[in-house]
C-alpha cells in the first residue's frame, strides 16, 4: 500500500486500482462524520482516523463490518436499528414555554454539565462493540443513551423525565454490563461509561 497513510486511502487504493466492487462508507474522511466506522485488526475504529503506521504491517490488516447490525455488502452494515434507538430517546430539545425572542440562555457551568455528550457523532463504534448490544439487537445501545444524556442534563430541556422513562425499560440503561468496550471505542473520546451512570443514577433519583 505504498504512498498511503490512513486504512482509508488503503481502501480507495483497493477499490480504484484493484476492485471497483468494494464498498465502504466514508464521506468527510477527516473523522467528523462517523461514516467510516469498521473493525480494523479487531478493534472498532474509524478508517480515516486509523493511520497504517500505527498498524502492524507486516501481517495482514483485517478489516470487517461494525458487529451487532446486520452487513449489507462487504464493510456497510444496516444502520436503521442503531438510528431507530436513537430517534426513540428524542435528540432534541423539548420546552414547555412559549418560544423566546432570543436564545435561550445558559450558564456556562450548565453548558459544561453535558459538554461531553454534545461529542457523538453517531458513527455506532461505541455502540457495536458493546456485548450486550451484539447478543440483544433491542438493547438501546450506548449511543442512544449517551444522546439521551446530552438533553437528560440540559437545563433549557423539559423532557429528561420522558426520556428518563423510554431509558428505564429493561433494553435501556439496566442492560448495560459496564465492559468500558463504549468508552474504549469512541473516536471522539467521550466518556461514555460514566454517561451511562449518570443517567442510570438520574433514573433512581429523578434528580436531574
Known sequence: MHGTDRV????????WEIDGSLTFRRSCAHGICGSDAMRINGRNRLACKTLLKDLDTSKPVIVEPIKGLPVEKDLIVDMEPFFQSYREVMPFLVANTPAPTAERLQSPEERQRFDDTTKCILCAACTSSCPVFWTDGQYFGP???VNAHRFIFDSRDDA???RLEVLNDKEGVWRCRTTFNCTDACPRGIEVTKAIQEVKTAVITRSL
Open 8 to 15: 482509508l486511502d488503503a481502501l480507495h487504493k483497493v477499490k
Open 160 to 162: 429528561g423525565d420522558m
Open 143 to 145: 449511543a442512544a443513551i
